[in-house]
């Protein structure tokens, strides 16, 4: 075949490649390939990657001869145009490579690499070569074993370095190694039990009863296959033995009998219990919001829906998706914690049963394959998730709604693309020509800006479902109780005691809201004022009293307690500051009855951990929920009367030009869990800073009056929404290279952006995983018409910077708008 007939592929590597990649399409394969669909290639001299189909096109690649595709892994597509439209933006827009997007966006399991099999050389003569006592380990594990990995080899020589070893033995001929790359998501089968043909009829049956009239274990099977087939199709080997009693051994003898029959069946991981529809009318006010949303898409693509705590906006977001369902559209619900989509899909499911499925990092890949099948194929039309329930294969988008569109958690922070879920939803309903909904009771300054700038669609609700009041909202002087010694105990005013004692009284429940978890976030020595810190991060390590242990909760260093101090030797070593952990145990002090549940990332590791928690919460299995701020997104809790708020102190003081907003959001958010079904709950907010402007604000909800005064602060000094950030970090294991790597990039920014590139400074934390971080800031007004331009200025000059000998080892990542 010459060159000018050849086909080409560009193929997407799970790599990150600054490119995808040009293979040459072997002609046996021509027809059977398209975009979007996996195909094995060979990258770098050995390694074999699945790898994504960009696009198919007949012009060779320059510079290098194009290697030919190994084989095809899909039948079809696993996604549309549309997708690869859409990773095409995400890369350019937050310069991030495709391999990274392909990273980001497909499940584990669709995502393979090569895996080094070690086989021994059938014509090796073991008696004739000369082996050391590592090499002979190896060899005599091949014997006993047809194949080993690399993995396999590591543990037998108890070794991290094993190369030199595999190398050594190659050159003797004693070993063959060959990349293998095997598919990781497989079905799940489960083994039925039927009655075998021959004896189903009731002569069968009663041949079977006279047989086994002294076998009562293998009776009892036969009698619970006949009682389940009349309610199951296909009978679980599993239910049989509970329903009989009997062992496995029994059905084994009944099969070698030829009385029952095993097959194996493949089920859905994602398999739902059918339940009962519920039916719902929109009050006068969600009605009328509905209406406005529906009234605004027609000329905006983008609506925010600013509605308080409790005011309803979930049956509103159910409403919109009902008149999707209608259009046989699919729809896309976004959360930014995993903790809510169990809670908000249980609500949901109401209305739309099995046409609703939840997507997050909790599931198992191959759970997360199953959900992308079933989107892809048009199977589902609702999907609740968290922001990776983006990149999902959909079909026919009709709607996005980001509910809590304001939470940082929707910013992707490492690794690359660090894209914020918010922005690529707008973008990606531009390309499924759908519309977005934003929902927040305090909406992100940026986008309250967009609605105010007639770019988004505005519609609000003020008042609670049901009528209900909003909260009393009081202050709590932290100061002036420790000046009169009305503390009770260590952190609670006598106002938030007696609140909670009242609560507890009437049977009702409280939640306790600090932002910080563990037990107390600073070790201290008493004569010298030595911390513990961790060994790999440029942060204090943080007192975890359930382990007994110091941990850093950047990099998972853990260690010991120490028993005197490292400096010193002084045993006085004091506990400074506090975590949900302390509050907790200081409030089964105060309150020894009360049963309290915590939830914080410590409690909620397991897949189901934080659902348990909230489920028991919700069936007032707890009084007292105390949490960080995974509880003031969204949970609705039916006897919360009382909310008390442990320090907004530390809130107030981050520095961040973002903090005094982000503080009334989750202050604000906090409070609206208080009293949001019977009667009007209570919120008191302990604080040293009564007069504070922003405590004042949440004490007054005056969300807009806040907006205005942080608005013309950040007008004054160029933040966003007015401007927007490009942050560049450099990072190196040596100080002064990152530090020099920094000023050489500014240096070569500088003639671009001028007075409007910052730095590069140390940020708060300066070093984490033994890497030290220097940070450059560049500013950019929001309606600049070079964007595109300087963003590939600013990649240009990185990769200028990486290439210079000194910096070849330096990692130096992009975030487009920080969060």
Not at 403 to 417: L, N, T, V
Not at 475 to 493: C, D, H, P, Q
Not at 742 to 758: C, D, P, R, V
């Amino acid at each position: 075949m010459s060159e000018a007939l050849a086909t080409f592929a560009d193929i997407i590597v799970p790599l990150s490649l600054p490119k995808a990649y040009t293979y040459r399409i072997p002609r046996d394969m021509e027809d059977l390939v398209k975009p979007g669909m996996r195909v094995s290639v060979q990258f770098g001299a050995k390694k074999v990657y699945a790898g994504l189909i960009k696009n198919i096109h007949s012009t060779p690649p320059a510079g290098y001869e194009a290697k030919y595709i190994l084989s095809v892994i899909d039948e079809a597509p696993i996604l549309y145009p549309k997708q690869l439209e859409f990773w095409e933006w995400l890369s350019k827009y937050y310069l991030a490579n495709l391999g990274d997007v392909m990273n980001a966006a497909l499940p584990a399991a669709l995502k393979l690499e090569s895996e080094t099999k070690i086989f021994l050389n059938p014509e090796f003569d073991i008696e004739s070569t000369e082996l050391d006592d590592r090499e002979y380990l190896i060899i005599e594990a091949l014997q006993l074993k047809k194949e080993l990995s690399i993995s396999d080899v590591a543990v037998i020589l108890n070794l991290k370095n094993i190369l030199p070893y595999l190398k050594s033995l190659v050159v003797k001929e004693a070993i063959v190694m060959e990349e293998s790359l095997e598919e990781k998501y497989k079905e799940k089968f489960i083994t039925c039990l039927k009655i075998s043909e021959a004896f189903e009829t009731e002569e069968g049956l009663h041949q079977i009863f006279d047989q086994l009239e002294k076998k009562e274990k293998q009776l009892a099977i036969i009698m619970a296959i006949i009682q389940l087939k009349h309610k199951h199709q296909h009978i679980p080997k599993k239910l049989v033995l509970q329903h009989s009693g009997a062992s496995d051994s029994s059905i084994k003898s009944l099969i070698k009998k030829g009385y029952i029959e095993s097959y194996q069946l493949a089920v859905d991981r994602l398999a739902q219990s059918e339940i009962p529809l519920q039916e719902f009318v929109l009050n006068q006010e969600q009605q009328s919001a509905f209406d406005s949303i529906q009234d605004q898409f027609k000329n905006k693509d983008v609506v925010l829906l600013h509605g308080i705590t409790s005011s309803g906006k979930t049956h509103v977001y159910v409403k919109m998706m009902e008149e999707q369902i209608l259009a046989g559209k699919q729809v896309l619900m976004l959360l930014p914690e995993i903790a809510l989509t169990s809670q908000i899909i249980q609500r949901i499911r109401k209305y739309f049963g099995s046409k609703c499925l939840a997507f997050h990092s909790k599931f198992s890949d191959a759970e997360r394959v199953e959900i992308w099948n079933k989107v892809l194929k048009n199977e589902v039309q609702i999907i609740i998730g968290a922001r990776s329930s983006l990149f999902l294969p959909f079909k026919d988008l009709g709607l996005i709604i980001v509910d809590e569109e304001q939470e940082a958690s929707y910013k992707q922070q490492d690794p690359a693309p660090r894209y914020h879920a918010r922005e690529a939803s707008i973008y990606l309903s531009r390309i499924m020509a759908c519309k977005t909904l934003l929902g927040s009771a305090t909406p992100s300054f940026e986008s309250y800006y967009n609605a105010q700038q007639q770019k988004y669609g505005l519609v609000e609700m003020n008042k609670r479902f049901g009528d209900i009041p909003e909260p009393e909202l009081l202050i709590a002087n932290l100061s002036e109780e420790s000046r009169t010694k009305t503390m009770v105990g260590n952190y609670f005013t006598s106002v938030l005691h007696a609140a909670i004692a009242e609560c507890l009284a009437n049977h009702e429940q409280v939640i306790l809201f600090q932002n910080r978890r563990g037990y107390a976030p600073v070790m201290e020595c008493e004569s010298c004022r030595w911390v513990p810190k961790c060994i790999n991060c440029d942060i204090s390590l943080t007192y975890h009293k359930y382990n007994d242990s110091l941990k850093c909760h950047y990099c998972g260093y853990t260690q010991k307690v120490p028993e005197n101090c490292h400096a010193c030797g002084s045993t006085f070593l004091n506990l400074k500051g506090f975590g949900t952990e302390k509050i907790e145990d200081e409030i089964k002090i105060i309150f020894p009855e009360a049963r309290i549940a915590r939830l914080d990332h410590d409690t909620a590791k397991s897949k189901h951990g934080h659902e348990k928690i909230i489920k028991d919460f919700e069936d007032q299995a707890a009084d007292i929920l105390v949490g960080t701020q995974m509880i003031g997104k969204g949970l609705d809790f039916e006897k919360v009367s009382l909310v008390g708020i442990i320090n907004a102190d530390q809130l107030l003081y981050f520095p961040d030009f973002r903090a005094h907003e982000r503080a009334y959001q989750l202050m604000t958010q906090v409070a609206g869990r208080s009293g949001r079904k019977h009667k009007q709950g209570k919120v008191i907010i302990q604080t040293h800073s009564p007069d504070h402007h922003v405590i004042q604000a949440v004490i007054k909800q005056d969300y807009k009056g806040l907006y205005e005064s942080d608005l013309n602060e950040r007008t004054k000094f160029a933040y966003p929404p007015l401007q927007r950030i490009i942050k560049i970090s450099t990072r190196h294991k040596d100080h002064h290279v990152s530090q020099e790597a920094a000023w050489q990039l500014k240096t070569m920014l500088h003639s671009a952006f001028g007075e409007h590139i910052l730095g590069p400074e140390s940020p708060y934390v300066s070093k984490i995983r033994n890497y030290y971080i220097r940070e450059i800031l560049i500013k950019i007004d929001r309606n600049n018409r070079q964007l595109e331009q300087m963003k590939m200025f600013i990649k240009q000059k990185i990769q200028k910077v990486l290439e210079h000998p000194s910096f070849k080892n330096v990692y130096i990542s992009v975030d487009v708008d920080p969060a």
